[in-house]
Structure formats: structure tokens, C-alpha cells
């Protein structure tokens, strides 16, 4: 399943990024990062599953540091 969705977001990826730059639209192409941001998680977690527990923990704990910044900065501009 987890394959599935990987590869949705690579053809959603190529696709919206394509549209964006056709159409000129910095929201197209901003959500295209998003996609490829999410294939990239989706085969690293894919990565991960197959490995020994060691690696699934520093794998949750790089995620969880790379969600950290973008947290606590939306937090501070609800303040």
C-alpha cells in the first residue's frame, strides 16, 4: 500500500510541478514541493521498515527534529 501512495505522490509531484511552471502559478508549484516532499518520507519510511529497530528509532527521531522548526514557528505566530 505504502508503494501505492509513494508513486502517487512522484506522478502528483511531476505533474502539478509541470502545471505550475505552464501556468505560471507559484500554488501549483508550492504544492508540488509538498508532494515531493511527502515521496521523499514515503520511501524513507519505506527504507526504514526493512531495517533493524535502531534504524526505525533514528529514523522517528531525524523526522520528529525535521518537524520541530516548522512547529514551533507556526505556535509562535498564533501567540
Not at 505504502?2 to 504544492?31: C, K, P, Q, R
Not at 514557528?73 to 498564533?78: G, N
Request: net charge neutral; hydrophobic share 55%; charged share 15%.
Amino acid at each position: 500500500m505504502l508503494h501505492a501512495v509513494l508513486w502517487i505522490n512522484v506522478v502528483m509531484f511531476l505533474v502539478e510541478s509541470a502545471t505550475g511552471i505552464f501556468a505560471n502559478s507559484t500554488a501549483l508549484f508550492a504544492d508540488s514541493v509538498d508532494m515531493l516532499d511527502d515521496a521523499i518520507v514515503y520511501g524513507f519510511s519505506l527504507y526504514v521498515v526493512s531495517r533493524g529497530l535502531l534504524w526505525q528509532a533514528r529514523a522517528a527521531l531525524l523526522k520528529a527534529s525535521s518537524w520541530a522548526p516548522s512547529g514551533s514557528t507556526c505556535s509562535s505566530r498564533w501567540r
